[in-house]
DNA sequence: ATGACTGTTCCGAACAGA
């Protein structure tokens, strides 16, 4: 089985893409991040025309998460338990659409789009922290109430744990740049050292990029970011054949500045 | 080429991404 997850900017402007990707990819499920459509914009028709099952969560034109699946689609869940809560001076916090969870062929997938920090003293930094606390903290109770569960927390993480995931990271430092932060690293970390997943990606692409931005020529200098994972419980890792990074989509005309991560288990 | 982006909203400037 592939499990693959991918930040796509905006699913009505990569409608043709992703369709064509599925094609090709012949993954089994697909954690998509930045749909950034409400439901009544999502494109269901695509994923339907693909034989895959969707869910998706979006409450406006920022974030959105969904998973699409092939090998089934249940107990679909829309933000996880304890998820914080967004809100500019005077607003009423909103639980932003940045998580959605189901079970694909046993396994519990999470499609995560995890906060943009903004800035190291931005509020939105707290709640970066603050929101994959929290998230761990659910971790942490699937696995005391069952050490042996398969799941897997896939997308958008926002942090570029090492030095060498990012292409310089003399300018991030210089810029005072978010993603390579001491409490971002730590936040990010704690999900293996203290919960026991692993990023089951990296031991098969150290040194590839899953990011590049779209300014100044990012992607011609293959000056990237690696800040889209897969975390798996130890049940699942222990079920990974294989990892990639599949570079060729963030190609030509109309890409998304992200390109899909893809992990093959076995059945 | 001495700078070079993309998307949504409701039509053009603001906001967001990282």
Redesign the pocket.
């Known amino acids: 089985m592939k499990i693959a997850t991918w930040?796509v900017?905006?699913i009505?402007?990569r409608a043709e893409r992703v369709e064509e990707w599925l094609d090709r990819s012949d993954v089994d499920v697909l954690a998509i991040q930045?749909t950034?459509a409400?439901e009544k914009?999502f494109p269901y028709e695509i994923f339907d025309f693909m034989g895959y099952e969707v869910a998706h969560f979006g409450l406006s034109?920022?974030n959105g998460v969904a998973i699409a699946s092939r090998v089934g689609l249940e107990d679909v869940e829309r933000t996880f338990a304890g998820q914080p809560s967004f809100a500019k001076p005077g607003d009423t916090p909103v639980q932003e659409a940045r998580a959605i969870g189901a079970t694909c062929a046993g396994v519990r997938i999470w499609s995560l789009y995890i906060?943009?920090g903004?800035g190291l003293e931005d509020p939105h930094m707290a709640y970066k922290l603050e929101w994959l606390k929290e998230l761990r903290s659910n971790v942490d109770s699937w696995l005391s109430a069952d050490a042996q569960a398969q799941f897997a927390l896939v997308g958008?993480w926002?942090v570029a744990p090492y030095d060498h995931d990012v292409w310089d990271i003399d300018y991030f430092r210089e810029h005072q740049m978010?993603?390579v932060s001491e409490p971002e690293r730590d936040a990010f970390f704690a999900f293996m050292n203290k919960s026991g997943l692993s990023d089951v990606v990296r031991p098969f692409t150290e040194g590839e990029y899953t990011?590049w931005?779209?300014?100044?020529?990012r992607f011609p200098k293959n000056e990237g970011?690696r800040?889209d994972f897969q975390l798996y419980s130890p049940a699942l890792t222990q079920r990974v054949k294989s990892a990639h990074i599949d570079r060729e989509e963030r190609k030509g005309k109309?890409a998304s500045?992200?390109t899909p991560v893809v992990v093959e288990i076995a059945d």
Request: glycine share 4%.
């Open positions: 930040n900017n905006s009505r402007a930045e950034k409400q914009n034109q920022w906060p943009n903004r958008d926002n978010t993603h990011y931005d779209y300014t100044k020529l970011m800040i109309g500045d992200h």
